[in-house]
C-alpha cells in the first residue's frame, strides 16, 4: 500500500464498507451495494447559503434505513455482508456484464459450423479445446470484422459450460468483460475479474492496435488465465487481425486461434429463422437447393456476406408478415433502400435542387415541407426565388419530395414509411460525394439554432451519430460537440450527451470518443465540460466507471464550481449507488490526493457523503465506521482535508448542515456521527463551517435540526472563548 492509502485510511487492504442488504427485487443474486428505496426528504438550504447541489439526484428506489450489516476481515479479498460473499479487491475490478442472453440461445440452438462452399469453421472448436486443455484457461480469436470472432468465442465458453453440466457440474457464469481501463493504451490486468466457474468474454478488437507494450499485456494476460484455470473460470479475447503478439513468443502463439473460413450467412440466417424465431416459411425464402430455383430472398446474401448480415436478415424476415408484400418490404429494409436510393440519384442527376430538397427532408424530418424547401435552397447557397413564370413551372413541391421517397402528411414531411431510408441516403451521399462533406456540415451547424428546438437537434444528431458509427468517421461527432455551445439549456445539453454516450460505446468509434471526452472534460467551456459529465452517468458510466471516474475529476478540478462542477458531483452520487462501485470511487478519492488533484477530492467527498437528496451513502460509510476503526479514521481525514481548504468552504458548511437534517429524520445514527464530527471539530474548530456549526454567525437563525446537533456536539473548553468575551452564543 502507499504512504497515501495509509493516510486516507487503507492501512493494508481496501477499507471496507457495510452495506444494507441488496433489494428483494434486484435482478442480481449478488449482494450489492443496490440502492434505497426511498429518498430522505428534501431540505431547503438552512440559513442564506446557496444551493451546492444543482440539478437533482435521481431519485432512489429502496429502503434508506441500514440494516442486517455485517463484515468480516477481508485479507482474503472477500467481505461479508448480510450473511453473504461479496468479491472485493484493493483495485476494483472491470465491469463485467451478462452476456446477451440471445446471443448464448443462439450459439445453442442456431449454431452454424459450414462456410459459404460447405467448409468446416472450425474456429470455436479450436477455442474450446484450448479452453478445455491444460495450461492457461485462454483462447485469443483473432481475424478480420465480420469473421464471426464474438459469436465463436461465446459459443466455446457455452461448450465448456455444456460439458460441466453434463457432467454434474454448475454450468458456467458467462459474462463479457469492459475494456474499462484508464489507460487504453497500458491495461492494468490486475484488474481482470476472477470469480469462480465464470467464463470471460473480452473484445479488444478496437484498442489492441493503441497498446504500448502488447507483448507485456500478453505476458499479464496467460498469467492471469492461470488464475482462472485454478478457479474453474475461463477467457476468450477477441483480438484483431495482427494485433496479438504471437509472433513474440511460443507460448502467446498457443493460445491464438484466427479465423480464417466465416460461417455461410445462407445457413446462419435460416438457422435463425427456424430455431429462434420459428419461421419456417420466411426460412424456406433462402433456400438455395442443388437442384430447382433458389428462394426469393436467397439473392440477399451472398459468399461476401458476414455472420451480422445474417443474423439482420433473419430479423427483418422475422418481422414481416409471411406474403409477397412482406417479402418485398423486408427485401427493401434490408438491402438498407440500395435500389431505390440508386434510382432516386438517377432521376435527379441534373436536378440538383431536388436532391437539395432530399436531403433537407431527411435531416428536418417531421417538419413544415415550407422548411424543408429553404433549408434546401440554403444547402444550395441559392438566394434567388426566381421570377413568377419559373415558380408556375414545373411540378408542386409535394410532388418534388414524392418522387425523392418523401411523403407530405398534414403539410409536414415524413420518411416513417421508410425505415432507414434517411440513414441510407447520407451514406450514399457520403460515399459517392466526398467534396460534399464540410459543406453539409457547415449546412447543418446552420440549422441548428435556439429557435429550432431540441427536436430538430434530435434528429439531425442521431443521424450523424448513425452515419459516424456506420463509417467510422469522427468528423460528425467534431460537428456534434461544437453545437454544445449554441444552447446552454438542459434539455439541448442532454440531447447531445445521449448522442455522445451512444458513440462512445459504440464497438470501433468507441475508443476515440472516449478518448476525445477526456480531452473535452479539461476545456474551459463550462457547457463542454457539463456535457462529459452528463455522459459519465448513463451507461456509459455504467460500462466504464473507472474512465467516467477520470473524466469527472478533471470537470470536478475546475477552478469555480460552476454548473459543470454541480453537474459532475451529481454524476458522481448517481453513478457510485450503482451495484458495486461504491468501493471504486471511494478509492479514487485517495488516488486523486496523491496525484495532487485535492480540490477534485475534497468536492467529491463532499458529494458523496451529502444526504440531502439520498442519505444512502452516509448510512453505508457510517455503518462501515461503526465496524471498522480505518473507516472511521478515513472518513475524519477526509473531512479535515477538506475543511483545510478554504475553496469549499460553502460545500462543507452546508453538508454539515444536512448531517443534521440526516439525524433529526432518523435517517443515521448519532454515536458514530457524534465521534467523527468530534475529532474534526477538535481539529478543525477555528475553520469557518465548523465555527458556523457550533458557534453559529451573526444574525443568522437556524432551524431546530442544527441548533439540536449543535447541542449534542458542544463542548464547555469550546465556549471559553465565546463566555471570555461575554456574548451569547449567537444563532441558537
Known sequence: MTEDNHRVGFPEEPARFGVPSAPRNSPSSTPSFGPPTAAAPEHPPTADLPDPVGAPDPAPDADPKPHGVEISDNRNSQIVVAGRDLTMYSKPPLTVTPIPSVEVEAVGLAWVGTGPEHERVTTAEDARVLLAGPGPALAVVAGAPGMGKRTAGIRALWQVSDARQRSGANPLDLQEVHPDWERPESPDIELMPTQEATGYLLDVASEIDAWKAPGDVAKQLLAHAEKLREVGSYLVVIANEDGWPGEQSGAFDRVLVTARIRPSAHEIAIAHLKALYGKPVCADWLQRPIVGSPGPAAMLLNAGSTPADAVRLAATLAGVEESLKGLESAKSAFQEWRTDVKNVFTATEDKPEDRALLIAALFLDGEDALTVQDAARALLKDDSVGSVREILTGPDLTSRLNKVGVEVVSRKVSLDH???????????????????????????????????????????????????????????????????????????????????????????????????????????????????????????????????LVRLKHVLGRSDRDKAVRTAEAALRATARAQGQLPRFWAALGKWSAEGRNLAAHRAFLALVDPRKDPWILQVMLSSAEQHPDVKEALIDKWSAALGNSKVDAESRQVLHNWAHAFADGHVELPMLKDI???????????????????????????????????????????????????GHPGS
Not at 431510408?421 to 464540410?438: F, N, S, T
Not at 454544445?484 to 464497438?507: C, F, N, Q
Not at 477538535?682 to 442544527?706: C, K, N, T, W
Open 418 to 548: 421508410k425505415a432507414g431510408y434517411a440513414r441510407a441516403v447520407l451514406v450514399h451521399l457520403w460515399h459517392q460525394r466526398a467534396d460534399i462533406h464540410k459543406p453539409l456540415l457547415d449546412w447543418l451547424d446552420e440549422l441548428i439554432t435556439v429557435e429550432a428546438g431540441p427536436g430538430r437537434l434530435q434528429t439531425i444528431s442521431d443521424l450523424l451519430v448513425e452515419l459516424a458509427i456506420a463509417e467510422n468517421d469522427f468528423r460528425a461527432i467534431t460537428t456534434i460537440k461544437e453545437w454544445i455551445g449554441k444552447d446552454s439549456r438542459a434539455e439541448h445539453l442532454d440531447l447531445i450527451a445521449r448522442v455522445l454516450t451512444r458513440a462512445a460505446e459504440a464497438p470501433a468509434l468507441g475508443p476515440q470518443v472516449r478518448s476525445k471526452l477526456l480531452d473535452w472534460a479539461q476545456e474551459p467551456s463550462e457547457p463542454v465540460a457539463r456535457v462529459v459529465a452528463l455522459v459519465c452517468q448513463g451507461e456509459f458510466a455504467e460500462h466504464y466507471p473507472s474512465q467516467a
Open 677 to 727: 464530527l468530534d475529532e474534526v471539530i477538535q481539529r478543525h474548530l477555528g475553520s469557518s463551517p465548523i465555527s458556523d456549526l457550533m458557534f453559529g454567525a451573526p444574525g443568522v437563525a437556524y432551524d431546530e435540526a442544527v441548533v439540536s446537533l449543535r447541542k449534542a456536539l458542544r463542548m464547555p473548553s469550546q465556549l471559553q472563548p465565546w463566555r471570555r468575551h461575554g456574548s
